[in-house]
């Protein structure tokens, strides 16, 4: 039983590596490839790029499967059904992808599912590896943190997603209406942008997590100078710097955001979505070493 939970951890590592380079693939379809109304889908399917997201999505929905198995096998009910939903969520996102680039990417809605189902995939994947029980590892200085690291580290889980859900609601919605418009426009419409709903609770949340995962540091730092303590640096300084490089779109002249044939534009969200996701990531890392240590899977 304890092969079957570490084969079934080194899956899931494996398919959370697999789903967040399908989300930075995605992020760079969405700024470098025309998709319009009228384009063969053919063609948009075989761009390099759009391949490539199309491959890592493919192999995190074929290690998504094995784990099904895997949980299946070993007899816990969560663990199954935290595979079996980022299984579900994987083959949503590839549907909603599929029909947003058949649709001509005019869909924003189909484009608004695709990217919540893959985030939504990597915190089910995430719950799937706590699931499992590799023994010793990560977890050996889960009982010597303190209540309030567990507290914050949880609570940081759940704002990312918040974060991530609300960033892609944003970009959808709210900037990208924004940058297509013309020059003389979009300035006016970039302030505008920065006082709507949907980007003041952005921020908010992104404040909010910067805010808990600065706790969270401070309460492994509390702890001593370990591996995990001076790791648990990384998320913060990583969900800083995202923060403000995804500011430049919205709080920098609209200018300066479209220059170079507006390359600028689309390198922020990249720049920003890479560096919350390698936080996301890093904090699910540590997030598993401050579990009780348990017997079985």
Known sequence: MASLARKMAGVSR???VFLSMAWLAGIYVNGFVAIVPGTDAAAILLNPAVESHVVFATLGAATSVFLVALAWAGGSKRTTAATLAAAICVVLA?????????????DSAQSMIMGSAFVTA??????????????????????????????SCYLALLLFYCVFVTGVYVN???????????????????????STSPFLI????????????????????????????????????LVAYSAYVGSLNLTSPAAQALSSGGAASVLVPMLSSAGLMAATVITMLLALGLRPERSGI
């Open 14 to 16: 494996l398919q959370l």
């Open 202 to 237: 952005h921020e908010a949340l992104g404040g909010a997590l910067l805010a808990t995962l600065v706790v969270f540091c401070l309460s492994m730092l509390a702890k001593g100078a370990s591996r995990s303590s001076l790791a648990s640096v990384a998320p913060a300084l």
């Open 172 to 194: 959808l919605f709210v900037a990208g209406p924004a940058l297509s418009l013309p020059p003389a426009l979009a300035q006016s419409a970039f302030r505008q942008a920065e």
């Open 122 to 151: 990597v915190f089910f994947t995430f719950l799937s590896m706590a699931g499992a029980d590799s023994g010793g590892g990560l977890r050996a200085y889960g009982r010597e943190t303190s209540k309030a690291a567990r507290f």
């Open 94 to 106: 590839g549907d909603s992808g599929l029909a947003f680039v058949l649709g001509g990417g005019t």
